[in-house]
């Protein structure tokens, strides 16, 4: 190669360099802007640290407060993990939600990637808080002692079953995983059977 060619690729590479270097400084200023100029409460989380406290019906909190002590202990106790609280989705929404990470284990699962099937069971498990509640999607004549009983069972086979699932992917035990992921996707089934939450707002939920 002569001095001539020498010099010309020497400056075509720095030219390349220097992009390069003024393109990994844009992309970080734009790293740094928020999507949209959205402040989210939590980067991490997309969601509210505390739940945002609405109004509800009166007909509503006359239920609720029928609720004994004891069984309302109960079921904060069960729920106690969800950290994370939407201002602005609905149960269906929320359920839809479930429905895409409980499809992103099973295809993590079929491929056996472990840490994907984890990942996703694990943020399925502890998904975020619909808008006001979940019971405030609950139709008035099933917020009883009766008909809310069943939830602490169905809650550890689909939310319990969802952890061990996570363990068995994490240790490569696909057998198993699989197995358990049919027990969570019953508990599913089970609850949809007891529960239905509409397609839109809560009718509870004043404002």
């Known amino acids: 190669m002569s001095m001539k060619q020498s010099f010309v690729a020497a400056v075509a590479a720095i030219a390349v360099l220097g992009a390069t270097a003024v393109g990994s400084v844009f ?3 734009e790293a740094k802007a928020p999507a949209n100029g959205h402040k989210y409460p939590s980067i991490e989380k ?12 009166k007909e509503f909190m006359g239920q609720v407060q029928k609720l004994p002590p004891e069984f309302v202990q109960q079921f904060k106790k069960m729920t106690a993990k969800h950290t994370r609280y939407s201002e602005e989705a609905t149960a269906r929404q929320v359920m ?26 694990i943020r399925a498990s502890r998904h975020r808080w619909p808008k006001g ?10 917020i009883n002692v009766d008909s ?14 969802l952890e061990r699932t996570a363990e068995f992917a994490i240790k490569k035990d696909f057998v ?9 996707l019953s508990g599913c089934s089970t609850c949809h059977s007891l529960f239905r939450f509409g397609k839109g707002e809560s009718p509870h939920i004043v404002e």
């Open 148 to 161: 809310l009983s069943a939830l602490p069972k169905v809650n550890e086979t689909v939310e319990g079953g």
């Open 96 to 121: 839809m939600e479930l429905l895409s990470d409980v499809q992103c284990v099973t295809a993590g699962l079929m491929v056996e990637n472990g840490e994907m099937a984890a990942d996703c069971a």
């Open 27 to 29: 992309a970080a200023e």
């Open 46 to 57: 997309t969601s509210a640290d505390a739940p945002k406290q609405f109004k509800m019906s």
């Open 176 to 184: 198993s995983a699989g197995a358990e992921m049919g027990k969570v």
């Open 133 to 142: 509640h979940l019971l405030a999607y609950v139709k008035l004549d099933q």
